[in-house]
């Protein structure tokens, strides 16, 4: 596609069960960033990959979060025996492995946790 | 450590007046500057971005934005605004002496264009 897709977009889920989200890049695309975005704050990193190695997962809040990319394309974030406190839109990026460029945005996933 | 500040959650104005939505950053080294725009149910859209040269850049929509090295800032401008401008901006920044090419962003800063 054009642009860099994500599933699901809304994914209401009980305390306790994992989840798992999806980001597909735009083609060509291989740095692959995920970041957590709360109401009314600007996104917040999580992780980021070139290619299917993980380059940095310092902003993972605890070891309940996950992700991998393991053929370099298509990735997917994992939450763990989710907490009400996970709730957030949950947003993918993808660019050109170049620290000068920018960053194309998903739509994201809203993640409810009850 | 690095950081980005919005002072703003709000800028209002009338339409056909010119526009600046406030940043400033803090960043060990020499910054990588951005400027997203989101509208509502819809992603972040990359506006412009400050790598080297120009303090002036030019970007999408008729945004602009200064770099300011002295005052540490990165105001976002447009000479007229237009009701469809309204929507959230978010500034963002890379330590360029970072390994990693992960973004920090502000807290973001609506801005509201009336009639």
Redo the contacts between chains.
């Keep these: 596609g054009a642009g860099v897709s994500q599933s699901p977009r809304y994914k209401v889920t009980k305390r306790g069960q994992d989840v798992a989200l999806r980001c597909d890049p735009i083609s060509g695309h291989v740095s692959l960033y995920w970041y957590r975005q709360a109401l009314g704050q600007g996104p917040e990193f999580l992780t980021y990959f070139n290619y299917e190695a993980q380059q940095d997962k310092s902003g993972l809040p605890n070891d309940r979060f996950s992700a991998e990319r393991p053929e370099g394309s298509i990735s997917t974030l994992t939450i763990q025996r989710t907490e009400q406190r996970d709730s957030a839109m949950y947003r993918c990026a993808s660019s050109f492995p170049d620290s000068t460029a920018e960053q194309f945005f998903g739509p994201g996933t809203r993640l409810t946790v009850l | 450590a690095q950081s980005?500040a919005q002072p703003e959650d709000q800028v209002n104005v009338a339409e056909g007046n010119p526009l600046t939505v406030k940043c400033t950053y803090s960043v060990s080294g020499n910054p990588?500057l951005?400027w997203?725009v989101q509208y509502p149910?819809?992603?972040?859209?990359?506006l412009l971005?400050y790598?080297t040269g120009d303090n002036l850049v030019k970007g999408s929509y008729g945004f602009e934005a200064e770099f300011n090295k002295s005052q540490t800032s990165f105001h976002l401008k447009k000479p007229s605004a237009l009701v469809s401008d309204s929507a959230l901006y978010?500034c963002?920044v890379?330590d360029?002496m970072d390994?990693?090419?992960?973004?920090?962003?502000?807290?973001?800063t609506r801005l509201l264009v009336r009639p």
């Design positions: 980005v990588y951005f997203y149910n819809r992603g972040l859209q990359f971005k790598i978010f963002a890379r360029r390994s990693s090419y992960k973004l920090i962003f502000g807290s973001g």
